[in-house]
Antibody, heavy 121, light 109 residues
């Protein structure tokens, strides 16, 4: 079974840091491009970061660029999102998502269940 | 900026609803990579439509997608109670970036 399992969320003060992890199983992780998408409570979805299959290319939404860093370890079938200088508006449920590009379509075909990040003093 | 979707739509069982998703010439208007996601309460989103109009595996043919100019649309025909959920559109927005819509709540009356 294809699975994405996020961890690392929690309550953090403004200006603090967190490291989110996404453990994957059931597919050849190294072949797939991946992203993180967040959802604010009661609101919509926001794409925030992308990483290529090799990890050599990353991209970020303007709202997090310069504060968040995405990396992956293809040997461990996992990726990590480092969140620095957190702001209250970063409070959200963070989803790890798989991009189906290698399978011939560009869409997020597999989602984890998310890990909650709350930024508050 | 986020793609624009109506906050809510509703219809009776058996009827059809269409959800519009309006972007710009930099995203929806310039992309064949428009997708739709269904989100049930307390669940992760589920891919329903990709590449504008292709149905994901297992998605009933009651769900269909289309695009005209800067606006993509999701139509649900023969509405069923199980279709009640939030629906989000998403478009490739250049390079490696993506943009989502604000979401539409579908209510089955």
């Amino acid at each position: 079974e294809v699975q994405l399992v996020e961890s690392g969320g929690g309550l953090i003060q403004p200006g603090g840091s967190l490291r989110l992890s996404c453990e994957t199983s059931g597919f050849s992780f190294s072949y797939y491009e991946m992203s993180w998408v967040r959802q604010t409570p009661g609101k919509g979805l926001e794409w925030i970061s992308y990483i290529s299959d090799s990890g050599r290319v990353t991209d970020y939404a303007d709202s997090v660029r310069g504060r968040f860093t995405l990396s992956r370890d293809n040997y461990k079938n996992s990726m990590s999102l480092q969140l620095n200088n957190l702001r209250p508006e970063d409070t959200a449920l963070y989803f790890c998502v798989r991009d189906g590009a290698v399978a011939g379509y560009r869409a997020f075909d597999i989602w984890g269940h998310g890990t909650m990040v709350t930024v508050s003093s | 900026s986020a793609l624009t979707q109506p906050r809510s739509v509703s219809a009776s069982p058996g009827q059809s609803v269409t959800i519009a998703c309006t972007g710009t010439s930099s995203d929806v208007g310039d992309s064949n990579f428009v997708s739709w996601y269904q989100q049930q309460p307390d669940k992760a989103p589920k891919l329903m439509i990709y590449d504008v109009k292709k149905r994901s595996s297992g998605v009933p043919d009651r769900f269909s997608g289309s695009k005209s100019g800067n606006t993509a649309s999701l139509t649900i025909s023969g509405l069923q109670a199980a279709d009640e959920a939030d629906y989000f559109c998403c478009s490739h927005a250049g390079n490696y970036t993506w943009v989502f819509g604000g979401g539409t709540k579908v209510t089955v009356l």
